[in-house]
């Protein structure tokens, strides 16, 4: 992470607090403030609330044990919010409960004020516009870049199960400017399995992308990379948000403290505590359960 990185986006954070006083390390609705917020149009995800997702008292047990306890937290659309917790905090199993991988015993889960995401299947969510990524990349690695993300337009029903498959000039556009995002346009005929990991994270987030996902969920996605690629990777999510709200589960301090503007603490399967870095940083119980002595 170069100190200039660091420090711009501490600028931005501070600009941020500025702008949204109501911020504090205890709010429940954590950035709600922090988005652009649209008028309710049909098909489109109504955040006239302030909120594109909204977890209330979730729940759910593995054989008895509580993994997800009473569980409430809301995001701002454009907002880019971090988790930390500990092992075993629940944070995958929430990415689960949003994803409607996982079913969970009570509580509300709405996308929009007014998507009950408890109502559909995992694929109808992914359909929707929430958008996963998985620790590891999972890319098809014989394929090339190129064909990488041409195939994640293919997946998307819209375009049907054609099997000629031709892009549009907005489909192109669209390549290309994803390619840029994710700074691998001069790898474009590469053989994804060529990549090195820090890329193929890149093209998988690229594919997710391609699909223009209103919520991307992303888990420890700088786990083995080199420390330029994370600084990279920094400035991909820092560009993303605004356009997308993203939910980003790290354990790498340095990355959350250079892209984050709050921070939510995960511990027994619901929140310990929220705030700017700094402030859960200085909380009592954080340090105790995660952060150390
Ligand atoms: N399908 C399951 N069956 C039984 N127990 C489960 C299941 N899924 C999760 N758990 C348990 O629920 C708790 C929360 O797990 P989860 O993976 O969500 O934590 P996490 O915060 O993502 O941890 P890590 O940082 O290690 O990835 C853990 O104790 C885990 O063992």
Same mark, same amino acid.
């Not at 922090?34 to 609330?49: I, K, N, Q, W, Y």
């Given at each position: 992470m170069t100190p200039e990185l660091m420090e711009q986006n501490a600028r931005h954070a501070e600009a941020y607090r500025a702008a949204h006083p109501s911020i504090s390390g205890n709010t429940e609705s954590g950035g709600r403030e922090?988005? %652009?917020?649209?008028?309710?149009?049909?098909?489109?995800?109504?955040?006239?609330?302030g909120r594109i997702l909204y977890l209330e008292d979730v729940s759910v047990s593995f054989d008895g044990f509580k993994a997800i306890n009473k569980l409430s937290l809301d995001i701002a659309p454009g907002e880019l919010r971090c988790i930390i917790g500990p092992n075993g905090a629940g944070k995958?199993?929430?990415?689960?409960?949003?994803t409607g991988k996982t079913r969970p015993d009570e509580?509300?889960?709405?996308f929009g004020s007014t998507i009950d995401?408890?109502?559909?299947?995992?694929?109808?969510?992914?359909?929707?516009?929430?958008?996963r990524k998985f620790q590891k990349p999972t890319v098809f690695e014989q394929l090339s870049? %190129?064909?990488?993300?041409?195939?994640?337009?293919?997946?998307?029903?819209?375009?049907?199960?054609s099997m000629v498959f031709k892009l549009d000039s907005a489909q192109s556009d669209r390549l290309a400017e994803v390619l840029h995002t994710i700074h691998l346009s001069e790898c474009v005929s590469r053989q994804a399995g060529f990549l090195s990991h820090g890329q193929k994270q890149w093209l998988e987030i690229g594919m997710l992308?391609?699909?223009?996902?209103?919520?991307?969920?992303?888990?420890?996605?700088?786990a083995g990379m080199t420390d330029e690629e994370t600084e990279r990777t920094a400035e991909l999510f820092l560009s993303l948000k605004g356009k997308h709200s993203l939910m980003v589960v790290e354990h790498?301090?340095? %990355?959350?403290?250079?892209?984050s503007d709050i921070v939510t603490v995960l511990c027994d399967g619901s929140v310990l505590a929220q705030g700017t870095l700094a402030q859960v940083q200085s909380d009592e119980r954080v340090i105790e359960v995660y952060l150390g002595r």
């Open positions: 922090a988005g %652009f917020s649209r008028l309710a149009v049909p098909g489109e995800v109504d955040v006239t609330h995958t199993t929430m990415m689960d409960i949003i509580g509300r889960v709405f995401l408890l109502r559909y299947k995992e694929s109808e969510i992914a359909q929707m516009g929430i958008g870049v %190129f064909e990488n993300l041409e195939l994640a337009l293919k997946t998307n029903k819209a375009v049907g199960a992308l391609m699909q223009d996902p209103k919520l991307l969920l992303l888990d420890e996605p700088v790498d301090m340095s %990355f959350i403290n250079t892209i």
